[in-house]
C-alpha cells in the first residue's frame, strides 16, 4: 500500500468498492487495513477481485460497524470472531464462503440490521440472528441452509428463500 494513504489514520469509512465486475482491488484480503485505519467504521471492498479467506484482524477494528465485502471471490467460514463486534451490517453476498453461521452471532443480534448472505454455500440455520432486529436479509442460493425461517429473517426487506431449504428440517 502505499505510505500516503497511511496518513489518513482517522478515517472512518474506506470505499473501495467496485462496479460489479469492475473492481481494482485483486488477490488476498489486505494486510494493511488495521495498521492504516485504526479508526474505521465503515469497511467497503465489495466488487473487486479479493481472493482467500476474510481475516480475523478484521474483528480486531474496534469501532468498525459496517462490513460490505460482497462481490468478490471470497472463501472459507465466517469467523466467530464477528460475534465479538457491535456490527450494524454484514455483507458477504456473492462469493464462495460456505459454513454455518456462527452461533456468536447471537451477541450482535442488538445492532445487526443489514444481513447479506446470498449466492453462497452457507449451511445450517438461522436461529442466531432470531432475536434480531433485522430490516433487509438476503439468503436465496445457498442451498445447504435449512430449518425454521425466523421471524425477524422472514419479514425482513429482500427475504427470498429460493434456492435454500429454509423452512424445511435440517
Keep these: ?60 477494528m474496534p469501532i468498525l460497524t459496517e462490513v460490505k465485502l460482497e462481490d468478490n471471490q471470497l472463501i472459507g467460514t465466517i469467523s466467530p470472531e464477528f460475534g465479538r463486534m457491535k456490527l450494524r451490517r454484514f455483507q458477504v453476498e456473492i462469493n464462495h464462503m460456505v459454513g454455518p453461521i456462527p452461533e456468536t452471532f447471537r451477541n450482535i443480534t442488538p445492532y445487526l440490521t443489514q444481513l447479506h448472505l446470498a449466492d453462497n454455500d452457507f449451511e445450517g440455520n438461522l436461529s442466531a440472528v432470531a432475536a434480531g432486529h433485522l430490516t433487509t436479509v438476503t439468503v436465496y442460493n445457498n442451498p445447504k441452509l435449512c430449518g425454521m425461517v425466523p421471524a425477524t429473517v422472514r419479514y425482513a426487506k429482500n427475504y427470498n428463500p429460493a ?4 423452512g424445511q428440517p435440517c
Design 163 to 166: 434456492g435454500t431449504r429454509l
Design 1 to 60: 500500500v502505499p505510505k500516503e494513504l497511511c496518513l489518513f489514520e482517522n478515517l472512518r469509512e474506506h470505499d473501495f468498492g467496485g462496479d460489479p465486475g469492475m473492481g481494482h482491488l485483486t488477490g488476498p484480503f489486505p494486510v494493511w487495513l488495521k495498521d492504516c485505519f485504526p479508526k474505521l467504521e465503515e469497511l467497503d471492498l465489495s466488487c473487486n477481485r479479493l481472493t482467500g479467506t476474510i481475516p480475523d484482524y478484521i474483528t480486531t
